[in-house]
């Protein structure tokens, strides 16, 4: 059975940095591609960014709201896949999912999500 | 960048009535990668639909999609109760992944 847990959520400060974690378990980890789709309260979801495949380069893409201040990486070895948020901003603040990406273009397993909340 | 808007907003029907939900892209969607989603409260959005037809395995034949190019809809033919949620159009193109901004399905 394909698991997806987040975890690291929490209250951040404008401006500060917040790392969330992905522990995934029931598929070949490695040869997955892995996205963060983020759900503000009340709001509809938006894609973050992807993280492909080692095989594939482990190539990063991100939307545009988030590009310079969050990376995502991977640790194959713990089957767990990263967000670094750093500059945060009020706006950040959302539910945030690791998704798997079925060949390549939709979210077919995704986590619980873990509240990120950006606040003075 | 590919925007999706979704209509209507929210649309009530009853149980056994028809839902049909449209979501219209600003950009022809490459190779039809538009997949359809639904999320009940707190839970995870839920893959129902991709390629804009192709049904996952184990969603009820009640669900369908069509459409291609920039217009796309997601039909349930017959409501049962457990398929009152909220509904989301997400598509793929080049390197970037964008949804739409959802229609909630509320019982009447």
């Known amino acids: 059975e394909v698991q997806l847990v987040e975890y690291g959520g929490g209250l951040a400060k404008p401006g500060g940095s917040l790392t969330l974690s992905c522990a995934a378990s029931?598929?070949?980890?490695?040869?997955?591609?892995m996205t963060w789709v983020r759900q503000a309260p009340g709001k509809g979801l938006e894609w973050v960014g992807l993280?492909?495949?080692?095989?594939?380069?482990?190539?990063?893409d991100y939307a545009a709201p988030v590009k310079g201040r969050f990376t995502i990486s991977r640790d194959d070895s713990k089957n767990t896949v990263y967000l670094h948020m750093n500059s945060l901003k009020t706006e950040d603040s959302a539910v945030y999912y690791c998704?798997?990406?079925?060949?390549?273009?939709?979210?077919?397993?995704w986590g619980q999500g873990t509240l990120v909340t950006v606040s003075s | 960048e590919v925007v999706l808007t979704q209509s209507p907003g929210t649309l009530s029907l009853s149980p056994g009535e028809r839902a049909t939900l449209s979501c219209r892209a600003s950009q022809s969607v490459s190779s039809n990668y538009l997949a359809w989603y639904q999320q009940k409260p707190g839970q995870a959005p839920r893959l129902l639909i991709y390629d804009a037809s192709s049904r996952v395995t184990g969603i009820p034949d009640r669900f369908s999609g069509s459409g291609s190019g920039t217009d796309f809809t997601l039909t349930i033919s017959r409501l049962e109760p457990e398929d009152f949620a909220v509904y989301y159009c997400?598509?793929?193109?080049?390197?970037?992944?964008?949804f739409g901004q959802g229609t909630k399905l509320e019982i009447k």
């Open positions: 029931g598929f070949t980890f490695s040869n997955a591609w």
């Open positions: 993280i492909k495949s080692k095989a594939n380069g482990e190539t990063t």
């Open positions: 998704t798997t990406v079925y060949r390549g273009h939709e979210f077919n397993y």
């Open positions: 997400q598509q793929h193109g080049g390197s970037l992944y964008s």
